[in-house]
């Protein structure tokens, strides 16, 4: 029984120092892997271990891409409205990246310039010239022959202006003119001016320079109440003015040799336009129906819409093409022209381009839908490239433009 004891003593003696040896005694195992500091990348199920992530040495660098900048154009609306306040006329040129357009402010005289890459409004000269109603400009729109009442008087004066710089300011600088001016006309070089004076009670036509300094008469006719327009460079037009109560007519005129010739005759309410080449006049009578002549054949159609020939402009690049703004109503319960010469009634308009050797017409712009404003469109005119349409809001003389390109 002894001897048994003896022998499990042993047994567990040497189990015990079994498991002292290989729990106690053991050397502990390094772990020789690199590891980040860094968060782990992405979720690790259960705690597993995620793959390790490279140190960054110092030498490292990690380059950021550059940004892309893209120098794109100013984008402006199709329709802009360029003045807040009354103009008393304009003028355009074009450049090799834009339209520019000039124009007075009416109450006090200051010449402002509006380009079709800037929102910009710059004013070029504040020499004040109050209560100014009309200005006829040169081609490079630095110099311009201005109508004004003269103060405390209803007196027209005419007076041709430059604008002049110089290291401080700019100034707008000239001299007065004849006082029996009634009519101007730009000619299509814009460097001479056809004016119509009344002298003892006749109507007389000059052919001169801006300023006046050469002046040729070419004409001397009983009318005197007319208006006058300058389309060709050898031919000008004059026309009755415009009037539901009289007929109508309208001449052109030889500019070198002062003969005029009659076009158009016998129209009530005659308001009419001719084209660049000569070849049409659009015209409308006192009901607004409004027609195109063909001076080759002497033979008139009618156009499908129904306006002023006031209200349109004819193109210089392509001589077959005008454009016209066209009421979208028109009340029965005026008498036209006149009252809308007058002021008594006023339109809505849209802008409509039509081909008048194929006849097709084409809407260009809902003025009311682009602007939300009454727009009742006078005095159209192109720019040198035809890239944008200008014109004055007869509702409350303020200035706007149209992109054609859009």
């Known amino acids: 029984m002894l ?10 003696t040497i189990i015990g120092g079994i498991y002292y040896w290989f729990f106690y005694n053991q050397t502990p195992q390094i772990d020789t892997t690199t590891t980040s500091t860094s968060t782990p990348r992405g979720f690790s199920p259960f705690q597993r271990k995620p793959e390790p992530t490279p140190e960054i040495t110092a030498t490292t660098t990690i380059e950021e891409p550059e940004p892309i900048v893209e120098n794109k154009p100013l984008e402006l609306p199709k ?54 109603y009309e200005s006829y400009w040169n081609k490079n729109l630095n110099a311009f022959v201005l109508r ?61 320079s801006f300023d006046e300094k050469s002046k040729i008469k070419i004409v001397d006719s009983p009318l005197t109440q007319v208006t006058i327009d300058w389309p060709e460079i050898n031919t000008a037009t004059v026309a009755t003015k415009a009037s539901a109560s ?51 054949n002497n033979s008139s159609e009618e156009i499908v819409f129904r306006t002023l020939a006031d209200k349109c402009v004819w193109s210089n690049l392509r001589k077959n093409e005008l454009y016209c703004a066209v009421p979208t109503e028109i009340s029965r319960d005026f008498v036209y022209p006149d009252d809308w010469y007058k002021g008594k009634v ?22 009311l839908n682009l602007s939300g404003a009454l727009i009742d469109a006078t005095n159209l005119t192109l720019d040198p490239k035809e890239d944008f349409l200008y014109f004055i809001n007869k509702r409350d003389l303020t200035l706007w433009s149209l992109d054609l390109t859009q």
């Open 3 to 12: 001897k048994r004891t003896l022998i499990i003593i042993l047994v567990l």
């Open 148 to 208: 004004f009442i003269k103060d405390e008087t209803d007196t027209i004066t005419n007076f041709y202006a430059e604008i002049r710089s110089n290291a401080s300011t700019t100034e707008t600088k000239g001299s007065y003119l004849s006082s029996t001016i009634r009519e101007i006309a730009v000619s299509p070089t814009k460097d001479k001016v056809f004016t119509w004076n009344i002298e003892s009670d006749r109507g007389i036509g000059y052919i001169s």
């Open 79 to 132: 329709l802009r409205q360029l003045s807040a306040t009354p103009i008393s006329g304009m003028s355009a040129s074009s450049t090799a990246s834009s339209s520019v357009v000039r124009f007075i402010d009416r109450g006090t005289g200051h010449v402002y310039e509006a380009s079709s890459i800037t929102d910009e409004i710059k004013k070029i000269s504040n020499t004040t010239l109050p209560r100014i």
């Open 346 to 367: 006023f339109f809505v308009d849209k802008i409509w381009h039509i081909d008048t050797s194929t006849g097709e017409v084409h809407l260009l712009a809902n003025l």
């Open 246 to 296: 009289s007929m109508g007519y309208m001449y052109s005129v030889n500019t070198k040799t002062g003969v005029m010739k009659a076009v158009l005759g016998g129209i009530r309410g005659l308001s009419a336009k001719m084209s660049k080449d000569l070849s049409r006049v659009i015209y409308s009578s006192s009901n607004l129906i409004t027609y195109l002549l063909n001076t080759k």
